[in-house]
């Protein structure tokens, strides 16, 4: 019993005194890695677009970063509810990245429709990740492109299990694919379903419960002590494992 005490004491004493390194103790903040498409937003080629989505090519904002519809001569994109809120509310608690597999100049764009006023990912350069950092054309996703993080501390959002490495499944959390207009590409498509675009409606509050998934995850891993378990939680894997079930739920929503 004494060893387990100790064993405790030992644990909770090194999770008060987290390395600098790998979080942020100062500000008490893990590391975010964020998707951007069927995660954040969803963007469409013009030619794309079907009659019935037509009407969106005039509420769009392009001289505004305010709004949630943007176009540019190419292409169409729209947030995702709640990404704004979402995005301002997790930054108090996380060190935020853009990691995709679309090239840097898309990222980029993106990066600013998200974020107009620069303030969680244009701090610094590598915090927008794009296919362009990657070293083979093909490359799946890595938390070793990711600076300042260790896998102990850093959560990734995307609607992709296969597009990143087995090693950094266990910090993953499966998004549902936010789709809005009827194409997203040549190869992924609503077949004979109408989109949100041409219903005229939209998606209600899903990014509001992922925000409170993750802030869980960092309330747990910074109260250390897992719940029903007998050590504590330095470890952000662990803390997913033992939220699972809210996370699959979430996941298949």
């Known amino acids: 019993m004494k060893q387990a005490d100790d064993r405790i004491a030992s644990n909770l004493h090194r999770a008060l005194n987290l390395n600098s390194k790998s979080c942020s103790s100062q500000n008490r903040k893990l590391h975010l890695v964020l998707d951007l498409d069927h995660t954040l937003l969803?963007?469409?080629?013009?030619?794309?677009?079907?009659?019935?989505?037509?009407?969106?090519k005039t509420k769009?904002?392009?001289?505004?970063?305010?709004?949630?519809?943007?176009?540019?001569?190419?292409?169409?994109?729209?947030?995702?509810?709640?990404?704004?809120?979402?995005?301002?509310?997790?930054?108090?608690?996380?060190?935020?990245?853009?990691?995709?597999?679309?090239?840097?100049?898309?990222?980029?764009?993106?990066?600013?429709?998200?974020?107009?006023?620069?303030?969680?990912?244009?701090?610094?350069?590598?915090?927008?990740?794009?296919?362009?950092?990657?070293?083979?054309?093909?490359?799946?996703?890595?938390?070793?492109?990711?600076?300042?993080?260790?896998?102990?501390?850093?959560?990734?959002?995307?609607?992709?299990r296969e597009a990143w490495t087995k090693e950094n499944q266990d910090n993953l959390i499966v998004i549902r694919r936010y789709y809005f207009f009827k194409y997203s590409s040549?190869?992924?498509?609503?077949?004979?379903?109408?989109?949100?675009?041409?219903?005229?409606?939209?998606?209600?509050?899903?990014l509001e419960h992922i925000l409170q998934l993750l802030k869980q995850v960092h309330a747990m891993f910074f109260v250390h002590k897992l719940p029903n378990k007998n050590h504590f939680g330095n470890d952000v894997r662990q803390v997913l494992k033992t939220l699972r079930k809210r996370v699959l739920k979430l996941e298949r929503l």
């Open 42 to 56: 969803h963007s469409t080629e013009l030619d794309h677009v079907t009659p019935q989505e037509e009407y969106l």
């Open 186 to 206: 040549q190869t992924m498509c609503l077949n004979n379903r109408k989109s949100l675009a041409e219903l005229k409606t939209d998606e209600n509050d899903y």
């Open 60 to 160: 769009t904002d392009d001289h505004s970063l305010e709004g949630d519809v943007f176009m540019d001569s190419t292409m169409i994109t729209k947030l995702r509810p709640f990404v704004r809120t979402f995005l301002k509310e997790a930054s108090h608690v996380f060190e935020m990245h853009i990691y995709t597999t679309g090239n840097r100049a898309y990222a980029l764009r993106m990066a600013e429709l998200l974020d107009p006023e620069q303030e969680y990912f244009f701090t610094s350069s590598s915090r927008v990740i794009s296919c362009n950092d990657h070293s083979s054309r093909g490359q799946k996703k890595c938390l070793d492109l990711v600076r300042g993080c260790e896998d102990s501390n850093v959560l990734i959002l995307d609607d992709t």
